[in-house]
């Protein structure tokens, strides 16, 4: 279970991913929405998130990392706009996370071969089971 701090950090991290290459466009406000829904975070805290990020805080948990992780592959494919620096950001968030390179670099691999480029959340969680073991 992620606490309040771990949740307003997961929420940060995606904000600024979204923010990287541009600004937030309307599908990816309404997807980080959902997520803060999920996540039991107040829309004014989520909107306040947005102009005022909190400081990364490690997730201890590699299940809750791995979901952060499918998290922004998501998020990075939701509008079809997704790029070689997205990836590379993607990728550079994985390791930050601490989850292995080769899984990072499989999932980016295989995100090419599904529709939208999402990869399955049970196809994600192999991967990085399989680097786990």
């Not at 701090?5 to 600004?23: G, P, T």
Request: net charge negative; glycine share 4%; proline share 3%.
């Amino acid at each position: 279970m992620i606490n309040r701090v771990e949740k307003l950090s997961l929420l940060s991290e995606m904000i600024a991913f979204a923010k990287y290459d541009k600004e937030i466009n309307n599908i990816e406000y309404n997807f980080l929405l959902g997520v803060a829904k999920q996540l039991d975070i107040a829309r004014e805290d989520f909107d306040y998130l947005i102009e005022h990020p909190v400081t990364y805080t490690h997730l201890k948990s590699h299940s809750e990392r791995i979901v952060q992780f499918h998290r922004l592959v998501l998020l990075m494919n939701i509008d079809s706009e997704s790029s070689r620096s997205g990836a590379i950001k993607l990728y550079n968030f994985g390791l930050r996370m601490g989850l292995s390179h080769e899984s990072i670099s499989k999932v980016l691999y295989l995100m090419e071969s599904f529709p939208n480029k999402i990869v399955p959340p049970d196809v994600l969680i192999d991967i990085f089971k399989t680097q786990y073991n």
